[in-house]
């Protein structure tokens, strides 16, 4: 998803309304922050990993990836 389809979602949406995401093993929580990142794109494979990998000043996993930039949600 890109910020302009998250946009036109919530612009539709109750202000009020409370945002959260999964928590670790269950359940959600309340999103707290949101942080530009740089992330590394389609490095896991494993099914209990995301697809991808953010890098917080760390070398990419694999030095041939790809890299952008991005919002995550914390």
Same mark, same amino acid.
């Given at each position: 998803?890109?910020?302009?389809?998250?946009?036109?979602?919530?612009?539709?949406? /109750?202000? @009020? &309304?409370? +945002?959260?995401?999964?928590? *670790?093993? $269950?359940?959600?929580?309340?999103?707290?922050?949101?942080?530009?990142? /740089?992330? @590394? &794109?389609? +490095?896991?494979?494993?099914? *209990?990993? $995301?697809?991808?990998?953010?890098?917080?000043?760390?070398?990419?996993?694999?030095?041939?990836?790809?890299?952008?930039?991005?919002?995550?949600?914390?």
């Amino acid at each position: 998803m890109k910020v302009k389809e998250l946009i036109e979602v919530l612009s539709q949406l /109750d202000p @009020e &309304l409370m +945002v959260v995401m999964r928590g *670790y093993e $269950g359940g959600v929580n309340e999103v707290d922050k949101c942080e530009l990142r /740089d992330i @590394e &794109l389609n +490095v896991h494979t494993a099914w *209990y990993y $995301g697809k991808h990998e953010t890098l917080n000043g760390d070398k990419p996993i694999n030095p041939y990836s790809t890299i952008v930039k991005g919002v995550q949600l914390i």
